[in-house]
């Protein structure tokens, strides 16, 4: 499942709870826009002294020691903030946003839960924690987090977006369901009536309009979102995998060559065009599209094994095709009860029936697999 997910910043909430700014804390802020954070500081330091009980103030004076990368000092005042300001929110946020960062994400999700327990009728908190939880593999608590930021403001897009998106996942099963997707597709098309401007909206819907095989809505909205961003390598590769849904070949070479040109790293891109050349017997040319991704060496390195062994397998180089599966096997691809019900069905393999070493290692996927 690819990242869908887009999050906005919680810049917008503000609180009425401190003190006047004083010329001192006008001066020092706009110092620090202006990017002289030397000046600011020695201001702001001022400011705090002159209101020690305002939480925004020691929040202001956290933004320029982080700038001046004295992050310690940062974090003290951000937490000062808290102490003397429980409803500013943004203190909760630089804590937890700087700790996602260190990729100390439990500390990240103790500072936004404790945003959540001040304020609790805020919903873009619940849309953040949801964020960390979705990007963290914890699908069913960021479902929830969406669905409650959604009840607490039903006109959040964000929060339809990214529940669209915890859909593919919240089953924990291989692919997600048919209900599932079309449950997904009513929060794309609602966060899409709240606010069209949302990036990756358009590729989101896209993609469920893909998974539920309507090819051509797929493509509509998939060239939307490619006005939308034109430099979006993940729309091209949908963009190729709905236009061989519809059997156009060439259209999707086009559009999965257009995906790598603008991310020579996209794996996917290169295995479903492998796919594509294997289909039109286009072998030495599948089989470099997927020494690409060998070479990338990251995790859809099994899928280009199994493709390899089928090439293969088409050109009766049959050691090389065992190689090839065992390592797809090594890899994790027949873990996937899909992906084992093709190979058992593959007519590409169909010649080694009965060449003992295939037929050994058929024997082992149907063993490790099948519940005792």
Request: hydrophobic fraction near 40%; charged fraction near 25%; glycine fraction near 4%.
């Amino acid at each position: 499942m690819k990242a869908l997910l887009y999050f906005f910043w919680l810049s917008c909430i503000t609180d009425a709870a401190f003190a006047q700014n004083t010329a001192d804390c006008e001066k020092a802020m706009e110092l620090y826009e202006a990017g002289n954070y030397d000046k600011a500081l020695f201001l702001q330091q001022q400011c705090v002294a002159a209101h020690p009980m305002d939480g925004k103030a020691y929040y202001n004076r956290g933004r320029i020691w982080y700038q001046l990368k004295d992050t310690e000092k940062a974090l003290e005042d951000y937490k000062q903030a808290i102490k003397y300001s429980p409803d500013f929110l943004q203190s909760y946020f630089a804590l937890s946003e700087h700790y996602l960062g260190m990729k100390d994400v439990e500390s990240s999700l103790k500072w936004i839960s404790d945003a959540i327990a001040q304020r609790p009728e805020i919903s873009m908190n619940y849309n953040f924690r949801g964020w960390i939880y979705f990007n963290t593999g914890r699908y069913q608590q960021a479902f929830k987090d969406f669905s409650e930021a959604i009840l607490k403001d039903s006109t959040n897009a964000m929060a339809y977006n990214n529940r669209g998106s915890a859909r593919f996942s919240i089953q924990d099963v291989e692919q997600a369901s048919k209900l599932d997707l079309e449950m997904a597709k009513l929060d794309f098309q609602k966060a899409l009536s709240l606010d069209s401007s949302l990036p990756n909206l358009y590729r989101n819907l896209g993609y469920v309009y893909l998974l539920l095989g309507e090819s051509d809505s797929a493509l509509l909205l998939l060239s939307m979102a490619a006005n939308v961003d034109a430099e979006d390598a993940m729309v091209y590769l949908y963009k190729g995998m709905a236009y061989q849904q519809l059997s156009q070949s060439t259209e999707a070479i086009q559009a999965l060559d257009k995906a790598i040109s603008l991310y020579p790293r996209l794996s996917e891109a290169y295995i479903e065009k492998g796919k594509i050349l294997y289909r039109k017997k286009n072998y030495q040319a599948a089989r470099f599209n997927m020494g690409k991704v060998l070479e990338f060496a990251d995790k859809h390195a099994a899928d280009a094994h199994y493709l390899l062994a089928l090439i293969n397998a088409q050109l009766f180089e049959q050691d090389e095709m065992i190689q090839h599966l065992k390592e797809a096997e090594k890899g994790g691809f027949f873990k996937k009860s899909a992906n084992r019900q093709e190979f058992f069905s593959e007519a590409g393999f169909k010649d080694f029936k009965h060449y003992k070493p295939f037929e050994a290692f058929s024997n082992k996927i149907q063993t490790l697999y099948t519940s005792p």
